[in-house]
């Protein structure tokens, strides 16, 4: 049987807050739209002159916009799906989006959720808590329970509750793989509603997503000072902090992660630790692939030329893991 990690022991016995005044003034209850699909083709288009916007054929499609999965307050928290008319292969996909725990939105991936749905998968992007609203875990929390109500409601979707794969662009690739692998983790559990359901998944596919805040790659130990977009979803500077950063650290649990799929740009930063945890999940034989787009920007999944193999590398990879 495996050892809980240290993390997360350590975690349930104490409180996570320390000595260090908590940042509070990311919290401004405003959802912030500054990264948004539209405005970073602008920004790429610059230096990457040839990248055109994706075009998805959705006349075999179903497509379910607005659905309420999780409530808290008045607060609802909606998600998107897409699942093919015919011929579905049972695998649901969450998709995460990205920007930085505290922007982006549900919509940045729907063209990869029809894309994939055209090749037979149920897609579901949630939105989650950003960090102007809530501290992690909040989010994660949030994402289990779009896990939970997907396991609920899989008849309606043609979802096998057996075959559920977390992904996720840049802080969104963080969470799922957080996420992902710590599946029926008490510390990342929120216990309010549907007990009883795992939210444990049987794939991650991290897209660009850090999966440490605390190794010698991240950029967060270049300056543990520094009140940047992690800091504001943490509530505290890596030096103020240090045991929260490894708690929020995908590679920390990495001896509990299920298969995964890294696909990364060629922004070296987005891949602190990677390499480490694909040594913990080669010495567990547990399926792992790696693919990176040479010369690419952290945004490529969203545009072509790097859109049309994304799809491929994802819907090969689920292909080996649930052989298919």
């Known amino acids: 049987m495996m050892k809980m990690p240290f993390f997360i022991f350590f975690g349930m016995m104490i409180n996570l807050s320390c000595c260090f005044a908590q940042i509070t003034t990311g919290l401004t209850g405003i959802r912030d739209t500054s990264f948004n699909n539209p405005a970073a083709f602008l920004k790429e288009k610059k230096y990457h002159p ?32 897409f699942y ?74 043609n979802v096998d509750s057996s075959k559920l794969v977390v992904a996720g662009f840049s802080a969104g690739g963080q969470m ?79 001896a509990f992660s299920p298969p995964v799929l890294f696909l990364n740009s060629s922004v070296e930063r987005m891949h602190a630790g990677r390499d480490d945890y694909m040594k913990i999940l080669q010495e567990r034989n547990v399926l792992n692939r790696v693919y990176t787009f040479e010369n690419s920007p952290h945004s490529f999944c969203l545009f072509e030329p790097w859109f049309t193999p994304t799809v491929k590398y994802i819907d090969d990879f689920l292909k080996i893991n649930f052989s298919l």
């Open 50 to 81: 040839g990248i055109e916007m994706p075009v998805i054929d959705v006349s075999g499609l179903t497509q379910k916009m607005e659905l309420t999965y999780y409530k808290i307050g008045k607060r609802k928290l909606k998600l998107d799906a």
């Open 84 to 157: 093919p008319k015919k011929q579905s292969n049972g695998i649901a996909i969450v998709i995460i989006h990205g920007g930085g725990w505290r922007s982006g939105n549900r919509t940045q991936h729907h063209d990869l959720a029809r894309a994939l749905s055209n090749k037979g998968y149920t897609c579901f992007t949630p939105e989650y808590r950003l960090s102007t609203e809530a501290y992690f875990p909040a989010a994660i929390f949030d994402i289990k329970e779009a896990i939970k109500w997907i396991k609920v409601h899989a008849k309606d979707f």
């Open 176 to 254: 799922a793989a957080l996420a992902g692998c710590t599946g029926d983790m008490p510390a990342f559990e929120n216990y309010d509603q549907k007990k009883g359901i795992s939210t444990k998944v049987q794939a991650i596919i991290d897209i660009d997503g850090t999966t440490s805040f605390v190794h010698a790659e991240s950029s967060e130990q270049k300056n543990p000072s520094a009140e940047g977009a992690s800091a504001y979803w943490l509530g505290y500077t890596p030096r103020d902090n240090p045991l929260l950063w490894a708690t929020a650290s995908p590679l920390s649990y990495a």
